[in-house]
């Protein structure tokens, strides 16, 4: 049989809209017999996608984009270049909006970038109420700061150029969807300080949005959204299906790949983390810290020399918000005599003292708004302090015992306590869901009888099929009784047709 996954666009195979178009394999709804197509078909939902001085379909803040254009990836002198049209600490970017997503597609935005004067650039879609983003880095090609993001992906190109994508699940169906990139001196800073007008900040070219769980090869539009139509190959004298073959290559080196559907659960491997909070926390300036008896800063340091016993060094405009959960990361650079403690909210919250050198990452449930170092005649000094909250978006919603941190959601419960997350399913559908993680003691359950689960015990690693009964749109997992363990990974994917099935 041919390779399943040629050209497919997110479709269900099941339930094909326009058969023989979109997968070359596909099921008829009439007589339930596999059939197979020989097209695919794409499409581009930004316009202008190569001109971004287009006045109607880009919006420009604190940002010019002049006539005069830079060569692109593909050899043409077409690309953009975002400059600085006025000075200071500013929002430089470029955005196209009225754009129309709906609800429970999957959808993949990217473009072309280039660093100029600054060296990040921040790429973001949304559908009109959601944001989807991430940061890249234009030196190194890393990605960070994600956020209600599916995946992400960078293809590094010649002339230091990257394409760069995100691809997210829509929320909500709106007619004025976007994309956007700003420009940024690093991965948080979307306000960098340009002294300068006219200054070239980033190079941009062939934007595309589309309804696809990937990235596909860029279409060129102009005034109006574009779809191609491509016809597969068939080259192939070693597979057939029905005499039909559609191997791209005659000598194919492996058997292919079936296409593997999107997780459908955010943040399913717990490792979404907010924004950097902390203000100077490298100690670069003596700035932005209130500092208490026997507390400096100097050298990129911050500097307890132990004279007043127990004294804080504080910041209180960080947006930690009371009864969220914070990754800690600091180090402590020097160190003599007493103790340091880290945390956020009051000064009696269960701190770690730490009394030696080295770096440490700690994670706090916050009871105040404030950030605190605690000195207990410490003698010695700190650095690289950062604090991001857990699960910002709350995506999931947590019972008692229930704790998410170093990208594992943690159980310690004495009762029955559940951790669950609404979901963008179908009724009668089938869904694969796995589960990995460790059950010390106790037990887990899945669900509560409808919607994706029954009531009876599961083990870890857990991979089975459920079809979506109509109940609850959740995933929800119950501990049962006094239960201890972790859960790393929860995948929830629409079940494709397998091999073993055709």
Known sequence: MP???????????????????DDPVWRNKTSGQLMVGYQQTRSNFVLFSQDATDAEAWTKQNTAISTTLYEAPDNSTTANAIKSNTTGSKNYYLQQQSLSVTAGKTYTASVHLKKGTLGFGWLRAGDGTTDYSAAFNLNTGAVTNTSQVLSTSVDAMDDDWFRCSVTFQAQNTSSNGNVIVFAQIDATD????????????????????????????????????????????????????????????????????????????????????????????????????????????????AISDGSSGYSFLQQTSVNILNGKTYKISYSVTSYTSGSVEVGVGGTSNNNIQRNSVGDFVEYHTSNGTNLTIISRNLIGSIDNISVKQVDPNDRWSLGTGWTISDGKANFNTTGNSTIDQDLSITPGTTYRIQITGEITSGGLKLSNGSGLGNDGSIGLPLDTLYTHDGGSNDIQIRTLGASVGYLDTVSVTEYAIQPQDV
């Open 3 to 21: 390779r399943q996954g040629l050209g497919h666009s997110s479709v269900d195979i099941y339930n094909m809209v326009t058969p023989g178009t």
């Open 190 to 301: 979307n306000t960098p300080n340009v002294a300068v007008s006219g200054v070239e900040l980033l190079y941009v070219w062939g934007w595309q949005l589309e309804e696809n769980s990937e990235m596909s090869a860029y279409i060129v539009t102009t005034n109006a959204a574009r779809t191609t139509t491509e016809t597969l190959n068939d080259t192939s004298e070693t597979w057939d299906f029905d005499s039909a073959d559609l191997m791209p290559e005659a000598d194919p080196d492996d058997d292919g790949v079936w296409e593997i559907l999107a997780n459908v659960v955010l943040n399913g491997d717990y490792e979404e983390l907010g924004s950097e909070l902390v203000t100077n926390g490298d100690f670069a300036t003596d700035s932005n810290w209130t500092k208490g008896t026997g507390w400096s800063i100097g050298g990129g340091v």
